[in-house]
Structures are given as C-alpha cells and as structure tokens.
C-alpha cells in the first residue's frame, strides 16, 4: 500500500471522489500543514490555523496509479484558483498536492506540467505541492459524510455533482460495489 494526501476544497467531495474508486484502501478527511496540534473543524473554518481540509489516500499502486489518482484529483477540483472552491473561500480549501515519498514530488509535478502544456484549464494550476506533515484526521462524524449524510444541501448539490463527474469521466475506476 501508498499514500498521498490531497486537499481541493471541502474534505467531504474528495473523500466521496475516492472512495469509490478501484485500488483505494481508504480515504480519511482531515487536516494538514497548519500551525496548531491536533485542530478541529472549528478552529480549521476560522482561516487562521494554516490547516487545510484533506484526505490521506491509501491505494493499492498495482491496482490503481498515482497519475491516476492525480487525474481524478484535477478533474474533481478547480486547481487554478488560490484558496477557493467555488463558495468555499478561504486557505482552507486551497488545493494541494502533499507527498508521503520524494519520488511522488516528481510524478506530481510532471503531471500539473502536462496538464499546464495541455490547457486543460484555461488558467495555470496553482496547486501547492509539498511533502507532507503531520495529518490529523477530522472528527468522526466528517469520516464518510456523503455517504451518510445523501439528503444534506449540500451533499445533493455539490458533493454529488462531484462525485457524478468522476463516475462519468473515470467509470473504467469505478468500483462497481462502492462498499467494497
């Protein structure tokens, strides 16, 4: 098993994203590369914590590659905008890419150069890229929000929306149970 820690805007959407995905062990919300021990939810809304919203990948690597798990991760996400994700605003919800292992470092950047020479997006991707630190998951209660929370507002509009993209655009990497 690998891991990767990837942070686009609101931990729910890509923690829904990739858990559905073939080769994924799990997918833990949390937070990362802030200035406080242990943060919680509240702290890490504030803005002032340097957290941002997360989730550590675990995957199969011979199941599933890093690249396309990168694939997914810029296709679910906005990367060319600085500290937003559509209503989400502010450092929390910047997008960035932390490594667990150096060789990672280099795939991810090969990967955001192709994605720039091909003008996927018509902006330059800003995503943060940087070994990781310490990665606190979140309260309980975030840990397979979408899953347990379908009816919530924003789950049905923007969490679904996300995770309805990803199955079109990736379905050969769908699991066809999700709870498998």
């Known amino acids: 098993m690998d891991s990767i820690i990837l ?10 994203v990739y858990r559905e995905l073939r080769g994924v062990e799990s997918a833990v919300s949390g937070y990362i590369a802030g200035k406080v021990i242990n943060p ?25 590659s890093l690249r396309d798990l990168l694939a997914v991760f810029f296709a679910s996400h906005d990367p060319t ?4 994700q559509g209503n989400d605003i502010g450092t ?5 890419v932390f490594y667990t292992r150096a060789d990672q470092r280099e795939i991810v950047k090969e990967v955001i150069a192709d994605l720039n020479a091909s003008a ?14 310490t990665f606190y998951p ?8 979408f899953a ?5 507002p924003y789950c049905m509009v923007v969490v679904a929306g996300k995770v309805n993209k990803v199955r079109q655009l990736f379905a050969d990497r769908v699991r066809l149970n999700v709870n498998a």
Not at 148 to 152: G, I, T
């Open 40 to 64: 919680t939810y509240k702290q890490v809304c504030t803005g002032t914590t340097g957290h941002a919203e997360a989730i550590k990948v675990t995957f199969d690597p011979e199941q599933i």
């Open 92 to 96: 929390q919800y910047r997008s960035g």
């Open 148 to 152: 347990n929370n379908p009816n919530q």
């Open 138 to 145: 979140a309260e309980d209660y975030h840990q397979d929000y």
């Open 81 to 84: 905008t600085m500290n937003r």
């Open 120 to 133: 996927y997006w018509p902006q330059p991707i800003v995503t943060e890229v940087t070994a990781a630190s």
């Open 7 to 16: 942070a686009g805007g609101c931990f729910w959407c890509l923690e829904a």
